[in-house]
């Protein structure tokens, strides 16, 4: 853990406030030590407060093993340290994803909520690693700054705009096994608000890699059920609570970017340093923001070198003009003197 040491200091683990490692006591303490020798015979290092997360979401020791494996692998194949803190901002901004976080909001049943607007998904832009960067950076800060270790997580997702072109279940396939096989989280309830039509096509498609356990925590509601569920000043408006979303996404984002920028992007850049960084194959990784760059980066470099060849031309002429000139007044100086 002396890798982790200079992350530790002054937080009481390398995320959070080390609520986790307080709750290894008794059996949990026993799965913790058989999770941390089993690693150890593999040559595998891991935060001891991680650990602890995946004590308390997996319960035994082999099933949380096989998800750290996961998440170092995952972890090394998103490469956070390539991801800058604006490529985050600008995916929050755009309005897909609320998380009120001062306070948080929270359900009925005590569990911490997050909350998803169909409106502004567009899978294609976003591309499959930065749909996996915003899961991975959100239920890390939801997991380390509230209470959902204990209580669970909540999701609310508006789909009343969701279609079959907006849909594109490769990508979904990958963020659900993310969430549901590599991650210490533990989902209390998926709400389903104002599902289209369409949506008995698309749930035919997902149900076939949704497990049965994450199956029977689904629920398909209307917007007007909700208050049964939570309170509605702790659910956004384009789900027809009072909550602003708007105002509620500025507080959020500077308390999310001191989060990823201090603690968990260091953690994930120190955690995948002895791992091997290979391009993933699959469809969509980066996304049209990205296709988008590249192209702009390409003809800014194809307009760059059109001047500089274009320059150089330009002054192999004016350096021409001034050798013949040269040489003329030196052969008129030469007649002059003969």
Sequence with gaps: ?????????????????????????????????????????????????????????????????????????????IDFETVPW??????IRRGFLTVPANPFSKAKDGSVCAFTNSKYEDPLHTGLRMMLVKQWVVMHF???????LTTSVSSFSEIGHLSWSTYYPSLQKVVTESFQSVLP?????????????????????????????MSQRLRVVNHSDLPEFIDKANYPTYLKGDLDDEAAREAF????????ENTAQP???????????VEPDYEHWHGKHKEKKDKKEKKDKEKK??????????????????????????????????
């Design 1 to 77: 853990q002396k890798k982790y040491a200079f992350l530790m200091a002054g937080n009481g683990g390398c995320f959070g406030n080390g609520e986790a490692l307080a709750m290894m006591t008794g059996s949990k303490a026993e799965v913790r030590d058989e999770i941390k020798k089993k690693l150890a015979e593999q040559g595998v290092e891991f935060p001891d407060e991680l650990i602890a997360w995946y004590v308390l979401s997996k319960k035994r020791a082999d099933p949380a093993i096989e998800a750290i494996l996961l998440y170092k692998k995952w972890a090394a194949t």
């Design 86 to 91: 604006s490529m985050i901002e600008d995916e």
């Design 142 to 148: 939801l997991l380390a700054k509230s209470d959902a």
């Design 185 to 213: 989280v533990r989902l209390k309830t998926g709400y389903i608000v104002d599902p289209p039509l369409v949506f008995n096509l698309i749930w035919k498609v997902a149900s076939l890699w949704i497990s049965e356990k």
């Design 253 to 260: 984002i500077p308390i999310l970017k001191d989060f990823y």
């Design 267 to 277: 953690i994930w850049v120190e955690m995948v340093k002895d791992v091997e960084k």
């Design 305 to 338: 070198e059109k001047k500089e060849k274009k320059d150089k031309e330009h002054k192999d002429k004016k350096d021409k003009e001034h050798k013949k000139d040269k040489e003329h007044k030196k052969d008129k100086e030469h007649k002059e003197k003969k």
